[in-house]
């Protein structure tokens, strides 16, 4: 049996994500200094260089945003499995990591505990999206920022049940009424491409644009031709990138 994060159990990551590294110029690098920089108005150290700001990542897996993030923030991250523990410690990181369920019942977390509130392709995951959202909001601080990542069911709609853990699928549209009906407020909805270049060259979301109008048998099925299997599938699958804040 294939040895996993778990020892021999195989686990979600290892099926879904089997390539989660975190080595600078990665996808989560890219991400995180995306989001910091655009979204978070970029980082606020202290006089010694320590980060002043606490972030919650909410259903971090393996901690691959939480251990960048770290570089900015002051990192707790929560989900059902401690896997960022292992992160934390191979690349030493002083993070709070907590484990709990987060589907179903309260965050065992402060009220207004944090800055920021971060969770990435979780929320498609969860049956009880009023309690998930309502919980971010609580432990958000007045002011704070949520930050939610989601697959774009007008995107994903082929392929989105091809992860059997998926549950619930969003909209644009249906992201932000969820959103208001928590009370977060300033909400600003994106729909990005996973590629970090149209982040940074907005121009070249041409490139994607003409790329998904191929049929999608043109899709690469070569692990050797990895880079080229991604472009495709991202300039065929988009993501929701909502920014709310807590009055």
């Given at each position: 049996?294939?040895?996993?994060?778990?020892?021999?159990?195989?686990?979600?990551?290892?099926?879904?994500?089997?390539?989660?590294?975190?080595?600078?110029?990665?996808?989560?690098?890219?991400?995180?200094?995306?989001?910091?920089?655009?979204?978070?108005?970029?980082?606020?150290?202290?006089?010694?260089?320590?980060?002043?700001?606490?972030?919650?990542?909410?259903?971090?897996?393996?901690?691959?945003?939480?251990?960048?993030?770290?570089?900015?923030?002051?990192?707790?991250?929560?989900?059902?499995?401690?896997?960022?523990?292992?992160?934390?410690?191979?690349?030493?990181?002083?993070?709070?990591?907590?484990?709990?369920?987060?589907?179903?019942?309260?965050?065992?977390?402060?009220?207004?505990?944090?800055?920021?509130?971060?969770?990435?392709?979780?929320?498609?995951?969860?049956?009880?999206?009023?309690?998930?959202?309502?919980?971010?909001?609580?432990?958000l601080k007045?002011?704070?920022?949520?930050i939610v990542?989601?697959?774009?069911?007008?995107?994903?709609?082929?392929?989105?049940?091809?992860?059997?853990?998926?549950?619930?699928?969003?909209?644009?549209?249906?992201?932000?009424?969820?959103?208001?009906?928590?009370?977060?407020?300033?909400i600003r909805?994106?729909?990005?491409?996973?590629?970090?270049?149209?982040?940074?060259?907005?121009?070249?979301?041409?490139?994607?644009?003409?790329?998904?109008?191929?049929?999608?048998?043109?899709?690469?099925?070569?692990?050797?031709?990895?880079?080229?299997?991604?472009?495709?599938?991202?300039?065929?699958?988009?993501?929701?990138?909502?920014?709310?804040?807590?009055?």
């Amino acid at each position: 049996m294939a040895a996993g994060l778990r020892g021999n159990q195989l686990s979600y990551l290892d099926i879904v994500y089997p390539d989660l590294g975190i080595t600078p110029g990665d996808y989560a690098h890219k991400l995180v200094d995306h989001l910091v920089n655009k979204h978070l108005g970029g980082a606020k150290p202290d006089a010694n260089g320590k980060p002043t700001q606490t972030l919650l990542d909410v259903g971090a897996g393996v901690g691959a945003q939480a251990a960048v993030f770290s570089r900015h923030f002051n990192i707790t991250t929560i989900d059902r499995h401690g896997d960022a523990r292992q992160t934390f410690e191979s690349l030493k990181i002083d993070a709070n990591v907590v484990v709990a369920e987060i589907g179903e019942q309260a965050f065992p977390l402060p009220d207004a505990a944090f800055d920021v509130v971060f969770t990435k392709s979780v929320i498609e995951h969860v049956e009880n999206w009023e309690h998930f959202l309502s919980e971010i909001f609580r432990v958000l601080k007045p002011g704070g920022t949520a930050i939610v990542m989601t697959p774009n069911w007008n995107t994903q709609r082929v392929n989105f049940y091809d992860d059997p853990t998926h549950i619930r699928p969003y909209t644009l549209r249906t992201l932000d009424r969820v959103l208001r009906m928590t009370e977060f407020s300033d909400i600003r909805i994106h729909d990005i491409y996973q590629l970090p270049f149209t982040w940074r060259m907005p121009f070249l979301k041409i490139i994607p644009w003409f790329i998904r109008k191929f049929p999608n048998s043109m899709k690469w099925r070569d692990k050797n031709q990895r880079k080229h299997r991604l472009l495709v599938r991202f300039s065929k699958e988009t993501m929701l990138l909502a920014i709310a804040k807590k009055k």
